[in-house]
């Protein structure tokens, strides 16, 4: 029955695209920067635009306010019986940086040709203003068509979650029963393929953190104190270089403990997807992989931990040399997690790592640390079963379970806060540029995006709530 109801919807997609287009233009207009207070007034303006395009369609939707950036609550009720989802994404961005290996500015989105056809370039264009926009747009439409959606939403959107998410926690806590759902749509992850749904499974979790090193009393003359002192910089190039043994391996104490080997069956599986590493290497304009020895791409990409420098900072920065020993020096790192674990421990264990090598007078400072475990979702839910079959009836396909090495810290806030499984359906693609300069989201994925969330949607209603 709600098949029928779907047809009608499509047209209306379709006839509606250019609209729909214009609309996201308008938003990833907006740099809603959440790492930055600069930007914080045009995070709200976000927020604020995200809110009023739920209330225009009918929803019952509010800017509200959270610790640090607000958060978008919608709800519009369902029929009878009918399921209730709560459908979570993020309207904030990362920072547009390096601007000039931009091809145009970030914050004026342009339509450009390329080889999928047209593809949207912009701050945000895929993570995830663009993949938001994908179920308020169906959203639109099946309200303009039929005067009400097939099941209940409830739409919740982030504006910290580039920033490690610090609002949300106590959000959910103390809106626990106006959030609650039978389950969570996350979309905010991405596609095997152009023409290859996916539905991810396995998320990734997360530990940021800086060190500094301080050292000697006041920044030196290098020709003075070279070869008399410990250069704080030169001791956390060594340190950080040390965390790595030859075969890629982490030599944190305990790092591994509880890393879980990946099953027979499931490596098998993911060999069955054909990975083309050499393909992404050569993507980003490389030929070595890296990480640890001994693994396959995907193992090392989706159920491996890592440590990775994000950024150094220490010393003369500006234009032209400077003959000094900075007193100071430090480092963002963060360390992927997998399943079981613990950010803390992680942590402790980086620490210790540090400290165990600073010699006497030297002091480390953890400027700040988060940490947030990673997250398995169930693969065999009637939940799950819809989202498939919504995307089978757009792709004529069955969507691959995969996983991501990215990190939704939200999805495991849901999980243990309200009790709700996720399901991670995403339109991105692997030459989506996330987080990086020329971001783009590639059109066709908008207007099937647009179109699979009509037909979950549509799934979903034949489900009792
Ligand atoms: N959308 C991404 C997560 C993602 C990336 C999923 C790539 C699938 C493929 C998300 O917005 C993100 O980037 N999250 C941050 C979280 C962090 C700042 C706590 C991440 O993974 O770095
Ligand atoms: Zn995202």
Not at 7 to 17: E, F, K, N, Q, S
Not at 98 to 113: H, K, M, N, R
Not at 218 to 224: E, I, K, N, P, V
Request: with cysteine; proline share 6%.
């Amino acid at each position: 029955m709600t098949q029928d109801l779907l047809a009608p919807v499509l047209a209306r997609i379709d006839a509606g695209l250019d609209q729909s287009v214009e609309r996201l233009v308008d938003v990833l207009r907006i740099p809603s920067i959440s790492t930055d207070p600069k930007y914080t007034p045009d995070v709200r303006r976000a927020a604020e635009w995200m809110a009023a395009q739920l209330s225009e369609i009918g929803f019952d939707a509010a800017v509200r306010d959270a610790k640090k950036h607000p958060m978008v609550v919608g709800h519009f009720k369902g029929p009878e019986g009918a399921p209730h989802l709560l459908y979570y994404g993020h309207y904030d961005v990362q920072p547009a940086d390096p601007y000039e290996l931009w091809d145009s500015d970030p914050f004026e989105p342009q339509i450009v040709e390329a080889e999928r056809g047209k593809r949207i370039v912009a701050r945000g264009a895929v993570d995830d203003k663009g993949q938001v926009m994908t179920f308020i747009e169906a959203f639109r439409a099946w309200i303009a068509v039929h005067g009400a959606l097939p099941i209940g939403v409830t739409v919740l959107l982030e504006g910290e979650e580039e920033s490690g998410s610090e609002s949300l926690e106590p959000f959910l806590n103390a809106h626990k029963d106006e959030l609650k759902a039978d389950a969570c749509m996350v979309c905010d992850t991405g596609m095997w393929s152009v023409d290859q749904p996916a539905i991810s499974y396995m998320l990734r979790g997360i530990v940021s953190t800086e060190i500094k090193i301080t050292g000697p009393s006041r920044d030196l003359h290098s020709g003075m104190y070279g070869g008399g002192v410990i250069n704080p910089i030169n001791l956390l190039a060594k340190i950080l270089g040390d965390f790595h043994d030859e075969t890629g391996r982490i030599r944190i104490e305990g790092f591994y403990d509880d890393v879980l080997p990946v099953g027979e069956n499931e490596l098998k599986q993911w060999e069955g997807l054909g990975f083309d590493e050499e393909a992404f290497l050569k993507e980003v304009g490389l030929e070595v992989a890296g990480g640890e020895e001994g693994y396959s791409a995907l193992e090392r990409l989706w159920a491996r931990p890592t440590l990775d420098v994000n950024g150094i900072t220490g010393g003369y920065q500006d234009p032209g040399g400077k003959t000094v020993i900075a007193a100071e020096a430090s480092a963002k790192i963060t360390c992927r997690l997998v399943p079981d674990q613990e950010p803390e421990k992680i942590i402790e264990g980086l620490k210790a790592f540090v400290t165990e090598r600073l010699p006497k007078g030297y002091s480390l400072e953890i400027v700040y640390s988060e940490g947030f475990p990673a997250l398995r979702v169930p693969t065999d839910s009637d939940y799950l079963r819809a989202a498939q079959a919504g995307l089978r009836d757009e792709y004529d396909r069955d969507a691959l379970l995969i996983g991501m090495g990215g990190s939704i810290p939200a999805a495991g806030s849901i999980r243990n806060i309200l009790g709700l499984d996720s399901l991670l359906v995403g339109f991105g693609l692997e030459d989506d540029r996330v987080h990086s300069p020329n971001e783009k989201f590639e059109m066709v994925c908008f207007h099937r995006g647009i179109r699979s969330n009509a037909a979950i949607m549509a799934r979903l209603a034949e489900l009792a709530g």
